[in-house]
């Protein structure tokens, strides 16, 4: 069984920095797809960073310049590097895994890392 761990999160002031992993225990291949997603009180779950392919992946308007995903795949480890926060980037942020090495169906989710900003 698959199992996706984030750590990292924490509380800030705007404008600082945080970085976030995830390890995905019990995986037996290199996924393609995997991505960072976050979900606000009250908010629907929105995609923050995702790799739908091997190599570039894709953002949300709202983090662009701002953050930045990678993975080591030796590791299995997903990283999200959150610089320039804001208050509305607060939320739960949690890692997903695809089921399949080809595959882009997101079956695999942690259960999160609370990220919060504030003055």
């Known amino acids: 069984q698959v199992q996706p761990v984030e750590s990292g999160g924490g509380s800030v002031q705007p404008g600082e920095s945080l970085r976030l992993s995830c390890a995905a225990s019990g995986i037996t291949y290199r996924p393609y797809c995997m991505g960072w997603f976050r979900q606000a009180p009250g908010k629907e779950r929105e995609g923050v960073a995702t790799y739908y392919s091997a190599s570039r992946p894709t953002y949300a308007d709202s983090v662009k310049g701002r953050f930045t995903i990678s993975r080591d795949n030796a590791q299995n480890t997903l990283y999200l590097q959150m610089n320039s926060l804001k208050p509305e980037d607060s939320a739960m942020y949690y890692c997903?895994?695809?089921?399949?090495?080809?595959?882009?169906?997101?079956?695999?989710w942690g259960q999160g890392t609370q990220v919060t900003v504030s003055s």
């Open positions: 997903a895994v695809a089921s399949s090495r080809y595959s882009c169906q997101l079956d695999y």
